[in-house]
């Protein structure tokens, strides 16, 4: 009914940038929070940053001054430009998004993307 459809992982040198995008579609009434998580073998998900619908965002401290999320409410998408990058960001990457049906339209659910992978090398 609601999916989250990522863009953009790869590989690149440490120093460099990656753009992540992410879609949502379906029968969407309205968006909440969306966000971006990463995660690594053996550890938990961790949330990279996320952003309002009014557009204020969040960030870990680990990518605070270099990574910066945006979004499209008319899109219903949500991005990540990742610059500077270290070979710690290296990880999967995932799209989150609180959103409500038109069949739910007061139940705001989480949904995720399929992940991508994002791999910096040194």
């Known amino acids: 009914q609601v999916q989250l459809v990522e863009s953009g992982g790869g590989l690149v040198q440490a120093g460099g940038s990656l753009r992540l995008s992410c879609a949502a579609s379906?029968?969407?009434?309205?968006?909440?929070?969306m966000g971006w998580y990463r995660q690594v073998p053996e550890k938990q998900r961790e949330l990279v940053a996320s952003?309002?619908?009014?557009?204020?965002?969040n960030y870990a401290d680990s990518v605070q001054g270099r990574f910066t999320i945006s979004r499209d409410n008319a899109k219903n998408t949500v991005s990540l430009q990742m610059n500077s990058l270290k070979p710690e960001d290296t990880a999967v990457y995932y799209c989150?998004?609180?959103?409500?049906?038109?069949?739910?339209?007061?139940?705001?659910?989480?949904?995720w993307g399929q992940g991508t992978q994002v791999t910096v090398s040194s």
């Open positions: 989150n998004a609180d959103i409500s049906t038109y069949s739910r339209r007061w139940s705001l659910l989480p949904y």
């Open positions: 379906g029968s969407i009434f309205s968006i909440g929070v």
């Open positions: 952003i309002t619908s009014a557009g204020s965002g």
